[in-house]
């Protein structure tokens, strides 16, 4: 089994795409990645958005290798909204309509609605597959982050090769995870690599110690239950202090980040936004999110002025 994930946090942009291949199934799990538009009252800087350049390129050549793409959930560091990179492909995507609110179901529906005619999703909720090489299975609704949580849920993805007995997991934005219900059942599935957010211990301040402390308890308990190793990235690295914060995690030798697996150091450049700015000319206004999705800006546009609170709302989804 082949695992190449393709951005993140640690190289630099919002994103867990994930590129899985055993023999001839092919598979790519959220293909998408951006920018936060506004972090410390800071726009993106230049490296930010040559890292999501190289991230969507990144992406879109490893979509035409494809044969499967799978979508967890419609925050939009996971997906792309372009229907041409899921033509002629297997799509499996996050129920539109069921365990789905706001923001995310207004998304999806567009999404599912862009998609007519150039391909024909399913459902991913339960759903399986059997390959020569591998068998795909889907989870439930799992919650993304804590029981009761606003943002919603998330699809995982299991990816076991029948030739090796391996098997990937792909938990997507469980966020630790924090749910004890999504942390036993990411446990039963005794996975070999799991692929996880950690705690957003960038919010610690808004969602208490006692939360980001139980997210790393959970995936110790995890690692202590099935001896798998862990790709541990997203949320957990938009702190600066994730060293220090995760050491508990890092000293087991079991968990890397996603750059660490790739063999490449740690690039977290939102988490340090503040300082590359020092120094530098003063940073324009943040800007819109669709420009930090990597979209071009209009011909000879104003620089962009926005209001916070959206802009906010969009950030703390994510």
């Known amino acids: 089994m082949i695992v190449v994930p393709l951005a993140a946090e640690s190289l630099g942009v919002r994103s867990v795409a994930t590129y899985v291949e055993c ?28 890292a999501l350049r190289r991230a969507n390129d990144r ?11 799978f979508v967890s959930h419609y925050h939009e560091d996971h997906f792309r909204h372009d229907p041409g990179l899921y033509a002629g492909r297997r799509l499996w995507a996050k129920d539109p309509k069921r ?17 007519a005619g150039r391909c024909d999703p399913d459902p991913a909720e339960g759903r399986r597959l059997e ?9 439930p609704p799992l919650s993304h982050g804590p029981d009761g949580t606003g943002l919603g849920y998330v699809v995982a993805l299991t990816v076991e090769d029948r030739r090796e007995g391996t098997r990937f997991v792909h938990a997507s934005d469980v966020q630790g995870p924090l749910s004890p219900v999504a942390a036993a059942y990411l446990a039963r599935l005794r996975p070999t690599l799991l692929y996880l957010s950690g705690p ?26 099935t001896g798998c190793r862990v790709i541990l990235d997203h949320h957990a690295l938009r702190d600066a202090a994730y060293p220090e914060r995760f050491r508990r995690l890092w000293e087991t030798g079991r968990v890397v980040t996603a750059a660490g697996f790739l ?39 104003a620089p962009a002025t926005i209001d916070s609170r959206p802009r906010l709302g969009r950030i703390r989804e994510g």
């Open 263 to 301: 063999g490449q150091s740690d690039a977290p450049l939102e988490a340090r936004r503040r300082e590359l700015w020092t120094g530098r000319r003063k940073p324009p206004a943040p800007v819109r999110p669709s420009r930090a999705r990597g979209a071009a800006p209009p011909p000879e546009a």
């Open 200 to 225: 957003p211990a960038y919010l610690e301040a808004k969602i208490g110690t006692d939360l980001v402390e139980r997210g790393i308890e959970h995936l110790l308990r995890i690692i202590e239950q």
């Open 99 to 115: 365990h789905i609110t706001g923001r995310q179901a207004l998304r999806a529906a567009t999404f599912w609605a862009a998609l």
């Open 131 to 139: 390959t020569v090489d591998a068998v795909l299975q889907a989870s």
């Open 59 to 69: 992406i879109t050549a490893y979509a035409a290798r494809a044969s499967v793409v």
């Open 23 to 50: 023999g001839e199934t092919r598979v790519l799990i959220d293909p998408g990645a951006m920018l936060a538009p506004n972090r410390f009252n800071l726009a993106p800087v230049d490296e930010e958005w040559e």
